[in-house]
């Protein structure tokens, strides 16, 4: 049995060490509290066999991960990337992985190991100068004011406990409006009225306790007008975009790509209605799978919200959480009572897929999905500033009629079968010190039943040694009770629940959780949620000598078993720190640590001669450092230079059943000359494979080593007042070692071009050519071409 255990291992571990798809992610330092950042994994080789990239995350201290496709670059640039938004709202680290999914139907992740419980972290920081601790909230940058009349709204909250509220003043196309602007402790508003067409700025100025002087940005805003104007206020946002592959060798199957995209986004008011909306329409879309489309149409009046449409509300971290569910929400709001009702379906019906093995058989070769309907309600009473307190259930079942027999239940074979699902839950949350101290508690109790083919059961026809005080049938519509129930008998094992700090005290961010999950507790309508998980989380962000040096400490403990169900118990601890020192605007260093060890408790019998299974005890460290220097003194062309080292080890302590080890140095040089409108990038990667495995068959341990160099170049121009950016780019890749001889040359041409302050476009074309000398016939050469067109309004 053990060697079993072996077998299954050995295929996890030695699937990406095989696999044609090669990665690499550049973790970035940090996140600034209140900012968006790009994540980008590259894709050093095996870009084509990919059919989708998924990049999953949550902020330190959730149970839950939310998820989203990333957007695919091109064989020439070969990289696929996200706009984080979401990380803009967290207070604590972002932990986040990539999935990325070949078109064979096979899977791998990045990290390889453990990801969902050795995830890749970004501390996120409050501003390290207090100047940018101004951050504009609105107007939405993504939004064009079609109107003379917007809100101008700017947050102070990482600086309100040093800044004197009494020294505040705000200015609008440099005239002093602090008398007409509202001054809150966190967020600073003005109501601009009647502006004129054009560019107006606006900024803030103050001082803090020790009488230091900060300023923000400077913002501005292009206000227009249209030769008409609504009876309402609208603005909004249109885009299409597509993508075209093809390869000039004639012997490689079609691996072309084609896909469009058109978003459409928009939000209006008029009067006490405010309304928004967004369309998403993709090429991709397919009846065999799940929808990739995505449209929604919310409505927004004094108390009451309405959407229809594509949503994913969060009603506790049990019930339902980042989940889209395709229906009617809405949303009851007053000071201290909210009301939240979700109803439609988490899942579409797709069919299977059946293929005939001979003339008297067929064969499922790939299952159906069921319909699968979500209702969730959720009430809150008390006042979101202070004290909440709330209470719900989320119910999500399959519809049994929604997908023919044939598709899970072929040859009286059941392949899938349909569930139901039934989650309780309740959460209080206590904020004091105008929010920067919050304590909360949220804990649920979920029904689930694996199998409701036959419906309830009946009390004649109930077996199992339980007095049941209520008849099945009866409550048969509100959830199916039957022997397929998993447990039948509810306990603690249903139960789940989580507990949080939150401190924010002198530029101290604290966060600390402790999350237990029983064995049994099922909810569908959460994503990834880990079962059977007792987890604690700790994570502490300090910023010292002012603000320059930013320190950040962490660990997660987590361990299975919490039901004492199985005869060995898996733990997991995780230990992560980063220190980041910045004593100028010329320089910084940068040092991240990261270690990893889990076991899964196995413990051989006394006298087992024959077993060799020790256990599995794998073990995993992360060293990076990194420094970069502002060199100013280069005259007309002042350039930052950066260096940056990561160092990786994985490897089984137990057995030896593995070792990897990865070794990556990238030096890099961004110049922005002063006399030409040019930026150009140059940077060269270096890395080294050092890998080695243990096959069962041949009962011996293998070898690998292998190096990866690679040299970019990329040249931006600046024209027309920044309308206009054509750049070019160049990237050589070089494989060697213990693999087969590969090189690949990439060329990149395209601009953007603004053609009025609303309306952008641009383009890319590339070329990537590539040689293998160890594959006889195995060069090949690619095009690319890739076109995006945006208009506000």
Known sequence: MRKNYIFIFLLFILVPLFSEISLNHEQPVNVINRKRIILDIEVRSGFSEIDKVMIFFRQTGETAYSEKEMEAGSESNPHFSSMMSEFADYSSNAEYYFEVYSKTGSMITYPEFQPEINPLRITVNIPQDVNDGFVLLSPDADYSDVTENFLIAISIFAISEEIDHNSINIFFDEEDVTAESRIFTNVLTYQVANAKQGIHSYHVTAKLFDGNPVESKHWITIVTKNGFELPLDLSGKAQFSMRYMNTSHDTLDDDSDKSA?????????????????????????????????????????????????????????????????FGIHSKLDFNSFRLLLTHGNVKRSVDGKIIQISTEQDSLSKSGTFKQKNSSVRLELGNPQSFVMGFGFAKNKDNIGSLDEKYYNLNDSLSISPKDNLVFGTDFRLSLMNQRLVVGTEAAMSLYNDNIIDGAISLDEFEQDIDLPIDPLDFESIFVINESMVPFKPGMPNIAFKSYLRLFFYRNLLNISFTNIGSSFNSLSTNYLQKDAMIISFNDNIMLMNNRLALNFGFNLASDNVDDTKDNTSTSTAVFTQAMYKPNDEIYFNLNINTNGSEDGYVPAEGDTVNTYLGADIRSTLLSFGTGYYMKQINNAPTRFSLNFSSSLNKDDANDLFEYQRNNITLSAKTAFEQIPMTTIFSYTFTINDNSFFVTQDTLTVSEKSNYNSLFFRGELDLLESQLKPYFDFRYNLFSGDIDSQSAQMFNVGTSYAITSNSFISADAGLKMYQNSDVLDSDYTRLNFKMKISQKF
Request: proline share 3%.
């Open 261 to 325: 995209n058109f978003l459409l986004s928009f939000k209006g008011s008029h009067k006490w209605l405010r309304f928004k909306s967004k369309l998403y329409l993709s090429s991709l879309e397919t009846s065999s799978t799940q929808a990739v489309n995505r449209y929604n149409f919310a409505f927004q009046v004094p108390h009451f919200n309405l959407t229809f449409g594509d949503h994913a509300p969060k009603m506790n971290s049990f019930l339902l959480n980042c989940k889209n569910v």
